[in-house]
């Protein structure tokens, strides 16, 4: 075989993966932090419109964490049994997930529940000051309160973060070290 051939065949290989990658990242495929609209299946189906908007549960009292740490937490099976050691669900389909509350919680086993809001490793964020700031839990994590299933409502990328910071009446603070290890 002609040498020119491997050579150009080479070539077009290269353009291809070349092209590949580059759609793969405009189109946000492999990029770090970006996961707006991202909504994991959970191992119980929970309803923050149920919870936080029909009953107005107060976001901290099952996120405790979020005004004293820079963690919001999920909740433990505790603070789920501190109402649903009698409180059942409404439907069939709701009664079931409480009993798998109920099981999970009298057999000591935890509840796998997936991170939904997802941040690069390398992006340290302080839920307490934001807290302590005023800031609504709805300013970065979207109308919770109408969500039947949470999802991630902004991008959380460094940008939608340093437009708030910038904004005059919130007076944050824009360094690197801020937000970054």
Known sequence: M???YVVA???VGLLILLSVFIHLI???KIVIGYNKDYAPDQPIPFSHEIHAGEFKVDCQYCHAGASVSRHATVPSLNICMNCHLTVNGR???G???VERLREAFNNNEPI???KVHLLPDHVKFNHAAHIAKGKACQTCHGPVETMEKVYQWSSLSM???VNCHREPENNA???CSTCHY
């Open 95 to 97: 009664k079931k997930h």
């Open 2 to 4: 002609d040498r020119r």
């Open 112 to 114: 796998e529940w997936k």
């Open 26 to 28: 405009t189109n946000n």
């Open 159 to 161: 940008g939608w973060c």
């Open 91 to 93: 439907t069939d389909e």
């Open 9 to 11: 065949a080479g070539l």
């Open 173 to 175: 603070p824009i360094n």
